[in-house]
């Protein structure tokens, strides 16, 4: 008994003397939220040590579930005033769907001074301009090849269309996972304006229809086109930057090219729950995460594309390349999802991989 | 009714258990699935009780009645080719020795445990291009080139076929071995070929076994949402799939729940069809 309260004390000491400001919080743990598995265990030994050792807050580290069941718990707990975590990864619909909600407590702008870093797309604020939420990592989807199969690296989205390569491909199943929609307006269309209307949406879809003779697997599973890709047996596809350059560093003929449109820039962002009782801490946090060295240590360790603008890092051409690029990117319209996600996932059902 | 103690070695309450565990566990879970799927959708990702029928409406379209068929084709194909295979097998395996007759059961009952991950996974790599028999049939000089059988209908029914095939032979088992030998010594004695005899006594004695089998592979394969993703084209993704997506994917619960209850009453529907056809010729 003695000596569990002398370490609890001598803890509230440490981080007293360190972050003086969350003295109120010092025995509550931050509750941070990533996905379960790679990225949770990446956190775990990477970040959450040193932001513990920087600014004295103990961080409880939560598995969240993929795809939107977390904003679920979320905002059924936060009816009960609870929060199962104070800060959360989230992906930008159910992102967008919580500020809908005004599930996501406001932050305090002046508190967070790394938010200059942050290009404006990463910094998301309600309508009255209040900012309740920034950009935690990014990571491009690109056009992957076989390079036994393609000698040379295809450089336009283009090939999708191509009929020399009838049932090659590998895509993603979802409209909001693939962002092909996004993709062929940029290639076609001139940019994703065309998107904002219904009849541009069909428009877009009818062009993206051309492509089914091409596909031979519209994938929900990574791991199934992965595999595919590497031995050739769909030698070419969409697929994450990031884990294509990791197989192909493992010696796996795989590739994977920006193409001259750009390359599908995707993102998860920090988000605090509206019942978190510890707002402070979660803002030095969201503070913390927002530092060009901090960025840069995700891009070298989790392989993700930093959030802060390239100048600001100190990642050498060949790390930056490793997860990134000065292209610009093709940036996907969450919006539409949010308020046509119905319409939109039953016409793709119909049209694209019907 | 009497005072005379109870005969039965269990006492009668006991009845009670099973019928609660059915509540708890079926007709709980079945009513809140009927509640959900009248639920009003919200798009910020959940539901609002309520009682609406636009999810029901929305499922009413030639795109999900297509998705339905496709369904429904699958999985009637599915069990119709594993009772034919699995019938002669049965007979077959039932006239083997004991040791024989109990080794291939062990192995048909080890299939079970396989997840429908795994046997997704090796069917496609056993029928993709790179590593599979179509590099077999082109070394034996069969096909010109190497070439993938997956992902396609055929691949499909196969998958979905190597799940049931050991749940129509262990349905079919039981009776076929209690069939008794004399019935067909007294027909082939009447003058019955064999192939007469077989589709003369046998079938006909065991039709209500072989409706059983052909239900339980039906129902079983109607509800896989794997395999026609791992082996299938888009075209052959089930409604199952496009549960998943709903639920899973688009956080829809009450669309999803209303495409799982038209599932189950169509699919009730058949086996009711099924299981009466069985009966009444059977009692004719």
Redesign the interface.
Same mark, same amino acid.
């Given at each position: 008994m003695q000596r569990r309260s002398f370490l609890k004390a001598s803890a509230a000491t440490v981080a007293t003397l360190a972050a003086p400001s969350v003295l109120s919080a010092a025995t509550q743990k931050l509750k941070i939220g990533t996905y379960g598995g790679y990225f949770q265990e990446s956190f775990d030994k990477y970040i959450h040590p040193d932001f513990t050792a920087a600014t004295g807050i103990e961080v409880e580290s939560i598995a969240e579930p993929t *795809?939107?069941?977390w +904003?679920?718990q979320l905002?059924?707990a936060a009816r009960a005033g609870r929060a199962p975590a104070d800060v959360s990864m989230m992906a930008q619909l159910?992102r967008l769907? *919580?500020e809908?909600?005004g599930l996501w407590a406001p932050l305090d702008e002046s508190k967070v001074s790394n938010l200059g870093n942050l290009p404006d797309h990463f910094v998301h604020r309600y309508e009255d301009g209040k900012v309740y939420g920034t950009g935690a990592v990014s990571w491009y989807i690109t056009l992957v090849t076989n390079t036994d199969t393609y000698a040379e690296a295809p450089s336009s989205w283009t090939a999708l269309w191509d009929p020399a390569n009838a049932d090659k491909l590998g895509l993603m199943?979802?409209a =909001? %996972?693939s962002f092909l929609l996004e993709v062929t307006a940029t290639t076609y269309f001139g940019g994703t304006d065309i998107l904002k209307t219904d009849d541009g949406v069909l428009q877009v879809m009818g062009k993206l229809a051309e492509v089914k003779p091409n596909?031979? +697997?519209?994938?929900? /599973?990574e791991g199934?086109f992965q595999q595919?890709l590497e =031995? *050739?047996?769909i030698p070419m596809g969409q697929y994450y930057h990031d884990v294509t350059g990791l197989a192909a560093s493992q010696g796996k003929p795989v590739r994977s090219t920006f193409p001259d449109e750009g390359a599908v820039l995707d993102s998860g962002s920090w988000v605090v729950s509206k019942a978190s009782k510890v707002i402070e801490p979660a803002q030095v946090f969201i503070d913390y995460m927002a530092q060009p060295d901090v960025q840069a240590k995700l891009s070298r360790f989790v392989g993700t594309a930093p959030t802060v603008s390239r100048e600001l890092t100190d990642l050498t051409d060949e790390e930056f390349a490793a997860v990134s690029s000065d292209k610009t990117p093709i940036l996907p319209l969450y919006d539409i999802y949010?308020d046509r *996600? /119905?319409w939109i %996932?039953?016409m793709w059902?119909?049209k694209i =991989?019907? | 009714m009497t005072d005379m103690p109870s005969q039965t070695a269990a006492p009668r309450w006991l009845g009670l258990w099973p019928a609660a565990m059915l509540t708890l566990f079926f007709l709980a879970p079945f009513g809140i699935m009927l509640a959900v799927s009248v639920a009003h959708r919200d798009v910020s990702g959940f539901y609002e009780w309520g009682f609406e029928w636009d999810s029901y409406a929305r499922f009413l379209s030639v795109f999900f009645a297509k998705v339905m068929a496709v369904s429904l084709s699958v999985s009637l194909a599915a069990a119709a080719i594993c009772v034919l295979l699995g019938f002669p097998f049965t007979v077959f395996l039932s006239a083997m020795g004991h040791t024989a007759q109990t080794r291939i059961l062990v192995v048909l009952l080890s299939v079970l445990a396989l997840s429908e991950v795994i046997i997704g996974f090796s069917l496609s790599t056993l029928l993709s291009q790179t590593a599979g028999i179509g590099n077999l049939f082109h070394w034996l000089g069969l096909i010109p080139e190497p070439r993938a059988y997956t992902p396609s209908l055929f691949a499909l029914i196969a998958g979905l076929c190597y799940i049931g095939f050991p749940f129509a032979v262990l349905v079919l088992y039981p009776p076929v071995s209690r069939l008794d030998p004399e019935l067909i010594e007294a027909a082939r004695v009447m003058g019955a070929s064999g192939p007469r005899a077989f589709f003369g006594v046998i079938i006909p004695n065991l039709r209500g076994a072989i409706v059983g089998a052909f239900i339980l592979v039906f129902v079983f394969t109607l509800g896989s949402y794997l395999l026609p993703q791992l082996l299938g084209r888009s075209e052959h993704w089930t409604l199952s799939v496009h549960i998943t997506d709903q639920a899973i994917y688009q956080s829809n619960l009450p669309f999803a729940a209303a495409m799982s209850v038209f599932l189950m009453l169509v699919a009730l529907a058949l086996v009711g069809l099924a299981s009466l056809a069985g009966r009444e010729r059977g009692a004719a």
């Open positions: *795809g939107e069941a +904003l679920v905002s059924q159910p769907k *919580g809908r909600a199943s979802l =909001t %996972n596909v031979r +697997l519209w994938y929900r /599973d199934q595919a =031995t *050739g047996e949010v *996600g /119905d %996932n039953q059902s119909e =991989t019907g | -």
